[in-house]
C-alpha cells in the first residue's frame, strides 16, 4: 500500500485566511483526489488532482475556492482559500493502488477556522 | 447523483455480540471499499471487494459483495472493544476511482 504525509496534520486559522494542506507519497501514482469530512459527517470528494492540467472538480466545489495543484506523481497541494468557519473540517488526500480498484487515505489535516 | 445508504448508523453492543452493517445502493459499483476510522486519524482500508458474489474474510469480519454488485454487507463476529470506530462504505460507479461515501456506521462495543 502507498504510504501518504499530508501537512500540516491540524491547525487553527483566522477567518479570510488561506491554507495550502501537502499531499506526499511515497511511490508514484496515477489517480490522487481530495475529499472534505465535516465534523460528525461521512466524507465528499471535492476534486481529482491532475498531473500537468487543472482539477477536476465535482459539484458543489469551485477551483477559486479549493485551488488545487500536482506538478509531478507523488505531489499534490489543496489550497482552502478566503476560509469561514463552515470550511472547518478535515481535508484528506487519496490515492490509486496499484490494483486500480484500491484507494487509499493520508492521515486528513483538521483545520479549525475561528 | 449515487447515493449509498448505509445502516445502522450507529449501533452499541456488548462485547461478544454478532453484527451486521448494511450497505446498499440502486445503482451497480464498479468496486466497493469498506474503511475504518477512529478519532483523529484517516480513513484505513479494510477491504476492496470487486466481483458479484464476492465474499472476503479478515479474522472476524466476513465482507460480501452482493450478485448484482449494488449492495454488500460487513459482518463481525465476537465483537470486542478494539473494533470500536466508524466504519465506512464507498463506492466507485463508474470505474474512475472516485468514491462515493456512505453516511457510515458509528460502533460502540461495550466491555
Known amino acids: 500500500s502507498a504510504v501518504i504525509s499530508q501537512k500540516p496534520s491540524r491547525d487553527i486559522c483566522q477567518r479570510g485566511t488561506s491554507l495550502t494542506i501537502q499531499c506526499q507519497v511515497d511511490?508514484?501514482?496515477?489517480?490522487m483526489f481530495w475529499y472534505r469530512q465535516q465534523p460528525g459527517q461521512s466524507l465528499t470528494l471535492i476534486a481529482t488532482a491532475n498531473q500537468g492540467s487543472e482539477a477536476t472538480y465535482e459539484s458543489g466545489f469551485v477551483i477559486d475556492k479549493f485551488p488545487i495543484s500536482r506538478p509531478n506523481l507523488t505531489f499534490s497541494t489543496l489550497t482552502v482559500s478566503n476560509m469561514s468557519p463552515e470550511d472547518s473540517s478535515i481535508y484528506l488526500c487519496?490515492?490509486?493502488?496499484?490494483?486500480?480498484?484500491?484507494?487509499?487515505f493520508g492521515e486528513g489535516s483538521w483545520l479549525t477556522v475561528v | 447523483t449515487q447515493l449509498l445508504e448505509q445502516s445502522p448508523q450507529f449501533l452499541s453492543i456488548q462485547e461478544g455480540e454478532n453484527l451486521t452493517v448494511y450497505c446498499n445502493s440502486s445503482?451497480?459499483?464498479?468496486?466497493l471499499q469498506w474503511y475504518r476510522q477512529e478519532p483523529g486519524e484517516g480513513p484505513v482500508l479494510l477491504v476492496t471487494?470487486?466481483?458479484?458474489?464476492e465474499v472476503k474474510k479478515l479474522k472476524r469480519l466476513t465482507f460480501q459483495f452482493g450478485d448484482a454488485r449494488k449492495d454488500s454487507s460487513l459482518h463481525i463476529t465476537a465483537a470486542q472493544p478494539g473494533d470500536t470506530g466508524l466504519y465506512l462504505c464507498?463506492?466507485?460507479?463508474?470505474?474512475?476511482?472516485?468514491?462515493?461515501f456512505g453516511q457510515g456506521t458509528r460502533l460502540t462495543i461495550n466491555p
Open positions: 511511490s508514484q501514482v496515477t489517480m
Open positions: 487519496s490515492v490509486t493502488g496499484e490494483s486500480g480498484n484500491t484507494i487509499y
Open positions: 471487494v470487486v466481483t458479484g458474489g
Open positions: 464507498a463506492g466507485d460507479f463508474g470505474g474512475a476511482q472516485k468514491l462515493v
Open positions: 445503482s451497480v459499483f464498479s468496486s
